[in-house]
């Protein structure tokens, strides 16, 4: 019997979706729609994401207040890759958390020490990665103690957030976030204090929690009682991108109360406004008047997200009632996007699904951003064959 099978049927989706973004770059924004569903839901082409995106551009991993003294570390994985951040005296350091003799991971979750042992036969590691000690091992043709290290990724601080480059391939980033900074700086955000900081895992693709964190548009229908008060999807304004970030302005609801304590700098507007930001593909992070909202987002699988977020602020005391309030806060609306980004994905599994169009700049600007910089990244003209297929007639 003729049976014609696509020559590889993942392969074939990562060349059409990379197609799709190649086309959206021609997209006049009064045309601007959402992302094919399967942009969500791909397996393979969140595999084509985590080697095109993840392992070659910036990522947050986590915050440097989470590490505040030399010897203090914590763990991530990231794309598959075992990740050490730990404070040596002054430097922050991004290792490769496998142990250079059979794998193992040599450190787990987060604390203190002053050198690490891999736990499975006790080879030693200093804080800069140097191999100190590897019981009943030799030197020899192929291994010498004095020359073997834990391997150190690349990584910039940039206001107190930690970023690594896996494949060392990326440029500065400092300068490409520049044009930002008029907008942050008067929160002085590498002065803040470290105060709170949690890790969850959601059932939804990792952009559509970015985009989720990016928009005004849901934030009076979703969150009509937390933050449709303060800051109602209609007040909210774009503010400009650059080729890796954008981000928009959540003004406040003129009845709304101030909201501090705020650092002095603060312009009127900037009282009574938060401004959020991406650093593309996956760090969002709000600036309040009061505190700062951060979220290092890193994929899990297709339809799962890990993230690490945290609160920073004016506020040095992480007991006091003004951060306990805060974060509280901050867990109820969360709670709301997690319920609305968990049933999305489960409505983006439909094949009846069509993209629908984005809103407005004000509202759905920074989501158009999101798809462009994808288009610009990952777009590519199907350059394949029509219809091209292995023929397994015989
Ligand atoms: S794998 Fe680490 S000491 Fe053997
Ligand atoms: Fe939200």
Wanted: glycine fraction near 8%; charge should be negative; aromatic fraction near 12%.
């Amino acid at each position: 019997m003729a049976e014609v099978l696509p020559q590889d049927a993942g392969a074939s989706e990562v060349r059409r979706l990379r197609a799709e973004l190649f086309a959206l770059r021609q997209v006049p924004r009064e045309e601007a729609r959402a992302l094919s569903a399967a942009f969500y839901t791909s397996r393979e082409y969140l595999d084509f994401e985590r080697q095109a995106l993840f392992r070659t551009q910036w990522i947050c991993i986590g915050h440097v207040g989470a590490i505040p003294t030399a010897g203090d570390y914590f763990t991530t994985e990231l794309v598959g890759e075992q990740l050490l951040i730990v404070r040596d005296s002054s430097t922050v350091r991004v290792l490769s958390n496998v142990c250079r003799h059979r794998g193992s991971p040599v450190a787990q979750g987060a604390g203190h020490a002053p050198r690490f042992v891999c736990s499975y036969h006790g080879w030693t590691y200093a804080l800069d990665g140097r191999l100190l000690a590897a019981p009943l091992i030799q030197d020899g043709k192929h291994f010498s103690k004095a020359s073997c290290r834990l391997p150190q990724f690349a990584s910039e601080i940039w206001q107190g957030y930690i970023f690594v480059n896996l494949d060392g391939s990326a440029g500065p980033l400092a300068p490409t976030l520049s044009p930002a900074i008029p907008f942050i700086k008067n929160y002085h955000p590498a002065d803040q204090h470290f105060l709170f900081e949690a890790q969850e895992v959601w059932q939804t693709n990792w952009k559509c929690l970015v985009e989720n964190f990016m928009e005004g548009y849901h934030l009076s229908p979703l969150h009509s009682k937390t933050l449709h008060p303060v800051t109602p999807t209609k007040l909210c304004e774009k503010l400009p991108d650059g080729d890796s970030f954008t981000g928009y302005r959540a003004n406040f609801h003129p009845e709304c109360p101030e909201r501090g304590p705020y650092h002095a700098d603060l312009t009127p507007q900037e009282r009574r406004s938060d401004v959020f930001y991406c650093v593309y593909p996956s760090f969002v992070v709000g600036f309040c008047p009061h505190f700062t909202l951060y979220m290092c987002i890193r994929p899990l699988t297709a339809d799962s997200v890990g993230i690490r977020w945290g609160v920073t602020g004016i506020a040095d005391d992480p007991g006091s009632p003004v951060v306990e309030s805060y974060v509280r806060f901050c867990k109820e609306f969360c709670a709301e996007d997690r319920m609305q980004l968990e049933r999305l994905q489960c409505g983006l599994n439909s094949l009846s699904y069509v993209p629908g169009p984005l809103g407005p700049d004000h509202v759905e600007g920074t989501v158009w951003d999101i798809i462009q910089y994808m288009a610009r990244r990952l777009g590519q003209a199907d350059s394949a064959p029509p219809g091209a297929s292995i023929d397994l007639r015989d």
